[in-house]
DNA sequence: TACAAACTACCACGATCGTTGTACTTTTGG
DNA sequence: CCAAAAGTACAACGATCGTGGTAGTTTGTA
């Protein structure tokens, strides 16, 4: 197998992830990512074009890996529904409280929020087609078949954005895991209850 | 009066929101800033003591600013309510589709929210003080007046973050106005009915 | 009108960083 | 076991940038 440059590329993903979560794309340096991966600047280049070429890389690799969880996630809670209030409250906790991993991805979403006018246009779109739009799809479509809705699509950013409200901030200290599942719990309310006349 | 002093002083202010929201703390230059306020940069470095001092000022700035603008709309649209529903739907429109002066704060926060990390935490505190978390009580006050429910803060962080919803991507083109209005009718329909049944 | 404060243009310094070249070492597959 | 590929250490380049100094110019004011 290509198995030595296969870890070290894996290597070189993980850690710059970790590095361009914490300092932002400009504050990141190729040095600091080297020695986060464990391996030499010289390799960075063996394996990748630029620092701008590794950080599309970064988002891709990051993107796709929190898209299969999260699908994992509707699939998981969402595919045989007995009690939707419950299984919905499932689903957001397991949406809005992330394992260690996938904390860095929050933070990489965010620096790419922030600098979305300085990467190039269609990187930004592979990203939100393989990542964010693919989940989102998905939600509307399984939401459609649990509930009688004109618009799934809508249903799905609304109760993503109500899930979100339950998301530790970045600023703020993270909430108590069962802090998580109360406030998720209400977010599941309201979209239930906002939901549940038709519409 | 101090005119000339405090107009360059507001000119740096204005430019240096205008550079920073748009390139990042890192990647903004002070070059820049000054050329975008049309001031020496020697001029800046009078007025504020760093980078660092500068980027914290614009935040107070800019914060304060839009916390007003805020509230204004939360004092016009929810003070005397004659149907809740439509005067909901008018205060959103006006959070959710920023007139261009604000449009640069959005982005600001969005370089806060990545550069969470690397700024002084009394300075978020302060921001945060001072611009969100105002704007979320007296929102939750007012909602409260207005609703039967038992925990305001939370409806408050509800309302905002459906309405959210309806505000433009940075990523995608901005909707045209009456789209937006149409978003913004549909989360505070989920809104209402959401917290129709009490809680 | 004259003076002090504010402002500007310009230069220079030290530091950081992306990127590449080169020579050396390690690993892997035939 | 040996060649080729992958990785490393190290140095160097050019560029950018924050910051301060200095000397001259503008402007508000007494």
Redesign the interface.
């Known amino acids: 197998m290509t198995t030595r440059t296969a870890g070290k590329r894996r290597a070189i993903l993980t850690g710059a992830l970790t590095v361009f979560a ?3 794309y ?2 990141a340096s190729i040095d600091a990512i080297a020695a986060e991966a464990g391996v030499s600047t010289r390799t960075i280049y063996k394996h990748f074009t630029d620092k701008a070429g590794l950080f599309q890389a970064v988002i891709r690799d990051s993107g796709a890996r929190a898209a299969e969880t999260q699908l994992a996630a509707i699939d998981r809670f969402l595919r045989k529904v007995t009690d939707l209030e419950a299984d919905l409250t499932d689903f957001g906790v397991a949406m809005a409280a992330p394992s260690p991993g996938d904390e860095a991805h929050f ?1 990489l979403v ?2 790419i ?6 990467i190039p246009p269609e990187a ?1 779109e592979a990203w ?1 087609e393989a990542g964010p739009r693919r989940v989102k799809r998905e939600l509307a479509r399984r939401l459609g078949e649990l509930l009688p809705l004109s ?1 799934p699509e ?1 249903a799905a ?2 109760l993503m ?2 899930i ?2 339950a998301a530790p901030s ?2 703020d200290p993270p909430p108590s895991s069962s802090r998580t599942a109360e ?1 998720v719990a ?2 599941v ?9 038709e ?1």
Chains 1, 2 share one sequence.
Request: hydrophobic share 35%; proline share 3%.
């Open positions: 914490r300092d932002g400009t504050r933070a965010r620096q929020n922030a600098e979305a006018g300085h930004i939100q618009d809508l950013r609304h954005a109500l979100a409200t970045p600023h406030l209400a977010a309310r309201v979209f239930l209850y906002g939901y549940r006349g519409r």
